[in-house]
C-alpha cells in the first residue's frame, strides 16, 4: 500500500485519493453525513464503479488514519468504519495470516462474536441463532 502524504484530488469522483495498491485506488468522498471510502479498481471499471465502500464519521484524519494502519494483503477490510454498503465483504489475499483481525463482521462494523450497538442487527441477531446465544 502507498500513502499519500499529501490526498490527490480525483476531479471524477469528487474525493481525495489517499492511497493505492497494486490493484485499487483508495478514495474518501462526502456521503450525505458520511464519508465513504471507496476501492476503486485501477482499470476502466474504476471510472464507473467500485468494489468496496466502507462508511465512516465526517472526518477525514480518521479515515486517513485507518488506511494508513490497514494491512490490505493480510486484513480484509480497514477499521472504524460504522457502516459496510458494499457487498460481498472484501477478502485479503493473505487473510489467513490475520485471523483474529479478520472475525465475521456485522454490515456495522463490529465483530459478530462481540454484539452490535445497532438494535436488532439482522447480521447479529443471525450470527446469535446460529450459535445457540443471544445478542451480547
Given amino acids: 500500500m ?7 484530488l480525483d476531479p471524477h469522483w469528487e474525493g481525495m485519493e489517499i492511497a493505492a495498491d497494486r490493484t485499487h485506488r483508495y478514495v474518501w468522498i462526502w456521503q450525505g453525513f458520511n464519508i465513504r471510502l471507496l476501492a476503486l479498481p485501477k482499470t476502466e471499471e474504476g471510472q464507473i464503479g467500485y468494489d468496496h465502500g466502507w462508511c465512516y464519521p465526517k472526518d477525514p484524519a480518521l479515515v486517513a488514519a485507518s488506511v494508513a494502519a490497514w494491512e490490505p494483503d493480510t486484513q480484509d477490510e480497514p477499521a472504524g468504519w460504522h457502516k459496510r454498503p458494499t457487498w460481498p465483504v472484501r477478502q485479503a489475499p493473505r487473510r ?8 465475521p463482521r456485522c454490515v456495522h462494523g463490529p465483530y459478530l462474536a462481540d454484539g452490535c450497538r445497532t438494535v436488532n442487527c439482522p447480521d447479529a441477531l443471525e450470527w446469535a441463532e446460529r450459535h445457540g446465544t443471544t445478542v451480547p
Fill in 2 to 8: 502507498q500513502l499519500h502524504e499529501t490526498p490527490i
Fill in 96 to 103: 489467513d495470516e490475520d485471523p483474529l483481525y479478520n472475525r
